[in-house]
Each structure stands twice: as C-alpha cells, then as structure tokens.
C-alpha cells in the first residue's frame, strides 16, 4: 500500500491546489471577471470576492473536488495513483476509506474533464493500430450480460466489443498519441493525420490495406513493412515505437477488468496524461 501521508497535510494539498488553479491569474469561475479581491477563508483553502457579480467562491469552487466532504489531499493521491501506478478502483476505494461508487464518481469526473490530445504533426510518423477489449459491461436493461471472452482472432470492430485505437509517434517531436475510433478505414487515417505542419508528411506504417490509398495521395509519403512477409524492420522504416506503445496501453488497461467502450475515450486520455 502506498502511504497517504506523503501527500502531506490538507494545508498542502489546498497550497497546490491554488498554485495550480490560479496559474494565469485568479478569476471568478461564475462570470470570468478578474476583478477579486481575497475575502478570508474556508476552512484550508482561500477564499475570495467577485467585484462584479458580488459572488463569493473559493480554491474548489467550479471544480470536481467541489462539494465534497472528502479530504483533498485524499483525491489528489487518488488521482496520482490511478495515474501513475494504474491502481484499479477497487484498490483506491480501499486505500482512502470510501465506496466504490463514490472513488467511480469522482475518478470518472476527473477523467471526463480531460482534453483531447492536440495534434500538431511535424513528421515522420509512424502509425499503427491496437484492438483492445472493450463492450458493455455488466447487463444492460432487458439483455444478457456480454460475453467476456472475446477470442475471436483477427482484426476486431466497435459493434464487435473489439474497437481500434491509433497510436501515432512523431518522431519530429517524440511525441505519441493514443486515440480510439470506431473504425479503421482511410476516412479515419486520414483525419488522424490532417494536423500536419508539412504539405508531403513521410508516413510510416505496416501492410495493412486501410494504409494503402495514402500512397496515390500527393500529402503523404508513404513506407511500410509487411509483417506477414516475416518483415518489421528496414532501417528507417518500421513501426516498432507504435507498437511498443500500445503494449503499455494493453498493461495500463488491464487492471480495470475490461473498460466499458462508453468510457474508453476517457480511461485512454488519462493513459496519454
């Protein structure tokens, strides 16, 4: 067990939850105006005055840590946790002494807040697909709860409970990104790699036929790899990096005993946080 007590006093927890709020500036999260003045405090954290609408609100107000009876330095080592060590819900429930319902609650606030990954592609890039488990879980209204197998081989589908996700990594910028779609056509490629900073962006990618048009197409210059033909790697030319990647988003998924395909956008941008 991770001890609780490394994320220090309630104090501490309110000083950073300020630093980190009020980075740009404090504003009044009701009417945007920056006209506030501090206005005494509740309990650990700051309160302030809104000079236009005469509002008062403090550190939590507007947040997913608002209204909750529940001590702040509790949730940010939730959060930490679930992020950093991919500790599962049940676990966390455990660890900070509430229900299951509540650690889901606040977990699935946190995780819906989360942006979507800008892409702003610099180039080359290599792009690759990953099929993880993800369906309806448990019973939905008047049906028998879903199969847990999934052990179809080959390549899966959203309506099958098997949809794809993209890994892309630029290799201009090291980054890698992590999105889930709900097919794996051309139409998705494509607009996955529309955020380009070059007009010819070199694409790497392995012999699957939905990579196929990008090489009549002017804006790409595509290479592969033909794995079924025993063939990964050709000097510059390879997809090692995706696939390593989604290795570790296979492992970061697995201690959630199967993600609902509801919630799999969210559960991947706190993988890609």
């Known amino acids: 067990m991770i001890p609780l007590d490394v994320f220090g006093s309630e104090s501490v927890a309110a000083d950073l939850l300020q630093q980190v709020r009020w980075r740009d500036?404090?504003?009044?999260?009701?009417?945007?105006?920056?006209?506030?003045?501090?206005?005494?405090?509740?309990?650990?954290?700051q309160r302030y005055l809104c000079k236009d609408c005469?509002?008062?609100?403090?550190?939590?107000?507007?947040?997913?840590?608002?209204?909750?009876?529940?001590?702040?330095?509790?949730?940010?080592f939730s959060i930490?946790?679930?992020?950093?060590?991919?500790t599962s819900l049940r676990q966390l429930q455990c660890e900070i002494g509430v229900t299951h319902k509540t650690i889901h609650r606040r977990i699935e606030r946190f995780t819906r807040a989360l942006d979507a990954p800008s892409l702003d592609l610099?180039?080359?890039?290599?792009?690759?697909?990953?099929?993880?488990?993800?369906?309806?879980?448990?019973?939905?209204?008047?049906?028998?709860?879903?199969?847990?197998?999934?052990?179809?081989?080959?390549?899966?589908?959203?309506?099958?409970?098997?949809?794809?996700?993209?890994?892309?990594?630029?290799?201009?910028?090291?980054?890698?990104?992590?999105?889930?779609?709900?097919?794996?056509?051309?139409?998705?490629?494509r607009l996955l790699l529309a955020d380009r900073q070059q007009e010819s962006l070199t694409v790497y990618t392995d012999g699957f036929r939905a990579y196929e048009p990008l090489e009549a197409d002017d804006a790409f210059?595509?290479?592969?790899?033909?794995?079924?033909?025993?063939?990964?790697?050709d000097d510059e030319v390879h997809v090692n990096t995706c696939e390593s990647?989604?290795?570790?988003?296979?492992?970061?998924?697995?201690?959630?005993?199967?993600?609902?395909?509801?919630?799999?956008t969210q559960y991947l941008r706190a993988f890609q946080l």
């Open 25 to 45: 500036g404090v504003t009044c999260p009701r009417c945007r105006s920056d006209r506030t003045v501090r206005n005494g405090s509740y309990g650990e954290f």
């Open 122 to 189: 610099v180039g080359p890039v290599e792009i690759d697909e990953v099929y993880v488990s993800a369906g309806k879980k448990g019973r939905e209204r008047d049906r028998p709860s879903r199969s847990r197998g999934l052990s179809t081989r080959g390549r899966g589908s959203y309506n099958g409970d098997k949809p794809p996700v993209f890994i892309i990594a630029d290799r201009g910028t090291g980054q890698r990104y992590v999105i889930p779609a709900k097919a794996a056509d051309e139409s998705t490629i």
């Open 245 to 264: 990647h989604a290795s570790q988003v296979r492992r970061w998924l697995s201690p959630h005993r199967g993600v609902s395909k509801d919630k799999l």
């Open 54 to 76: 005469d509002r008062t609100f403090n550190d939590k107000t507007g947040t997913i840590f608002a209204h909750s009876k529940i001590a702040l330095r509790r949730w940010l």
């Open 221 to 233: 210059d595509r290479e592969y790899v033909v794995h079924g033909d025993g063939e990964y790697a």
């Open 80 to 86: 930490y946790a679930f992020l950093r060590f991919n």
